[in-house]
T-cell receptor
Framework: RKEVEQDPGPFNVPEGATVAFNCTYS??????FFWYRQDCRKEPKLLMS???SGNEDGRFTAQLNRASQYISLLIRDSKLSDSATYLC??????????FGKGTRLSVIA | EAGVAQSPRYKIIEKRQSVAFWCNPI?????LYWYQQILGQGPKLLIQ????????DSQLPKDRFSAERLKGVDSTLKIQPAKLEDSAVYLC??????????FGQGTRLTVV
């Protein structure tokens, strides 16, 4: 089983739609969870950290389920500018950050 | 605040040649990472430094790749000799606390 698994997509959604991405991780000792965004031919940038209680930042909501080793990202009211690849990232105190392969999102007018 | 600086931005070399990449992390960040990102995939860790010591280099192909971080600041990654499959973007990232990572723009390497 891969350390961090994501559905590669692509997800093609119309503007205004709600879209959800899922990610599973294999290391039960993982302590840090993030979603990064990567635009085409650019470097990854932190979108948001994921906390045990779940957290929201504007149109973005992240959830963590430790029992199922599962992380999700929900984007509401999708904008054209949300088109990008979303990378699920997992880390622990002693190991480096491990990236998933990313899920590609295209928001269509 | 200045970000992570990398150079060069682009490099084209022939197979079996050598190449070196340079990274200057964000000031004060103790942790420095080198990642390799092949087109269509997520970044794959090559090596992690904590100050000037190596924390994890288990995925670094040591027969051809080497990296150093002198004085716990700048870092260089070298490939010698390069293979076609080394064509990728090499991303340097730094972190203040081994958690959130801040990335440089990367070096796009093409081996022909």
């Amino acid at each position: 089983r891969k350390e961090v698994e994501q559905d590669p997509g692509p997800f093609n959604v119309p503007e205004g739609a709600t879209v959800a991405f899922n990610c599973t991780y294999s290391n039960s000792a993982s302590q840090s969870f993030f979603w990064y965004r990567q635009d085409c031919r650019k470097e990854p940038k932190l979108l948001m950290s994921v906390y045990s209680s779940g957290n929201e930042d504007g149109r973005f909501t992240a959830q963590l389920n430790r029992a199922s080793q599962y992380i999700s990202l929900l984007i509401r009211d999708s904008k054209l500018s949300d088109s990008a690849t979303y990378l699920c990232v997992v880390g622990s105190g002693n190991t480096p950050l491990v990236f998933g392969k990313g899920t590609r999102l295209s928001v269509i007018a | 605040e200045a970000g992570v600086a990398q150079s060069p931005r682009y490099k084209i070399i022939e197979k079996r040649q050598s190449v070196a990449f340079w990274c200057n992390p964000i000031s004060g960040h103790a942790t420095l990472y080198w990642y390799q990102q092949i087109l269509g995939q997520g970044p794959k860790l090559l090596i992690q430094f904590q100050n000037n010591g190596v924390v994890d280099d288990s995925q670094l192909p040591k027969d051809r790749f080497s990296a150093e971080r002198l004085k716990g600041v700048d870092s260089t990654l070298k490939i010698q000799p390069a293979k076609l499959e080394d064509s990728a973007v090499y991303l340097c990232a730094s972190s203040p606390d081994r958690h959130e990572a801040f990335f440089g723009q990367g070096t796009r390497l093409t081996v022909v």
